[in-house]
């Protein structure tokens, strides 16, 4: 672990880091998830039911794209807003996040009534991925995002559209997978993800998802609660490492505040108050 006084890279292009994907099938989020955060810049959350994917769009997060499944089991629909599949959710999104790119990883992805219907719904679906596509060489879906995050933030980019006015297309640069990465690196955007679960034999509830700055230097990836002050951040080699090694810090500070919390100053003090923002305190550990 490192202390936290490491700069963060300033990124060279605005660009909305975070993807909401929406999966009932825990085994799917968790592979997602590892994967986007070890092969793209992205920053991931997760919801495992349409209620709290609904909470998480209207949380105030910046949401950079959605990824969602089109199936849902009846306890993980919402009933309260009539939400019951995929598109159901992408549509009640549409109508109020727009600008948001939506696209589908789905077992039915190939399905032309499933398209039909969001076409019929007025839905825009970037991209329909196949969960059980045996082609290798297919994109991932997390890496096909981020290049067209990447090639949406460029284009807004005054100076490059003045570049462009050529005529030139600048899906030509992304055509070509090496081309593609070099671009992407060039870019070193620094990721904003988030921590939404505290593992460990005390229930520690995440009321609010936690927000964390993850960027590279040197073959290192650091991970750092931006909302909570912590003197140390998460350090690996590996991304998703130094994000769960952040989140062993957090709830470590957090137990131990919690259990001398009456006789807490100063620094303690606050930082207890920070966690407590984010976290529900801990539930006494069960008698052996």
Same mark, same amino acid.
């Given at each position: 672990?490192?202390?936290? &006084? ?10 909305? =880091? ?9 085994? !799917? ?30 949380? +105030?997060?910046?949401? +950079?794209?959605?990824?969602? *499944?089109?199936?849902?089991? #009846? ?9 019951? =599949? %995929? ?9 109020? $996040? ?23 719904? %007025?839905? $825009?679906?970037?991209?329909?991925? /196949? ?18 995050? !990447? ?5 807004? &980019?005054? =100076?490059?559209? @003045?570049?462009?006015? *050529? %005529?030139? /297309? ?29 593992? +460990? ?14 960027? @590279?230097?040197? +073959? ?12 140390? &951040?998460?350090?690996? *080699? ?6 769960? @090694? ?12 919690? /259990?001398?919390?009456? %006789? ?12 407590? @923002? $984010?976290?529900?305190?801990? #539930? ?5």
């Amino acid at each position: 672990m490192m202390l936290a &006084d490491q700069p963060i890279p300033r990124p060279r292009l605005s660009l909305p =880091t975070t993807m909401l994907v929406v999966d009932d099938d825990d085994a !799917i989020l968790r592979k997602v998830r590892r994967e986007s955060l070890r092969t793209t810049n992205l920053g991931v959350l997760v919801a495992d039911n349409l209620s709290d994917a609904v909470r998480i769009m209207e949380s +105030g997060i910046e949401i +950079g794209a959605l990824l969602v *499944d089109l199936n849902f089991r #009846a306890d993980t629909q919402d009933e309260e807003r009539c939400l019951h =599949t %995929g598109l159901d959710f992408l549509e009640y999104v549409a109508q109020r $996040h727009r600008a948001v790119p939506k696209y589908v990883l789905s077992v039915d992805a190939t399905d032309q009534h499933s398209r039909a219907d969001a076409a019929q719904r %007025g839905i $825009h679906v970037q991209n329909w991925f /196949d969960k059980m596509s045996p082609d290798s060489s297919q994109l991932a879906a997390w890496v096909k995002i981020e290049r067209d995050l !990447i090639k949406s933030a460029l284009l807004s &980019d005054s =100076t490059l559209r @003045e570049k462009l006015s *050529d %005529g030139s /297309d600048l899906a030509d640069l992304f055509r070509d997978d090496r081309v593609a990465e070099q671009v992407r690196t060039a870019i070193r955007y620094p990721r904003v993800t988030y921590i939404q679960k505290l593992e +460990g034999r005390r229930a520690i509830t995440v009321r609010r998802p936690i927000e964390v700055l993850c960027w @590279e230097r040197e +073959g290192r990836y650091f991970a750092r609660a931006s909302q909570i002050p912590l003197l140390q &951040d998460g350090e690996s *080699d590996d991304p998703v490492d130094a994000i769960d @090694e952040l989140a062993d810090l957090l709830r470590e500070e957090f137990m131990s505040l919690a /259990d001398s919390s009456s %006789g807490l100053i100063g620094y303690a003090e606050y930082i207890y108050k920070v966690l407590c @923002e $984010h976290l529900d305190t801990p #539930a006494p550990m069960a008698a052996p």
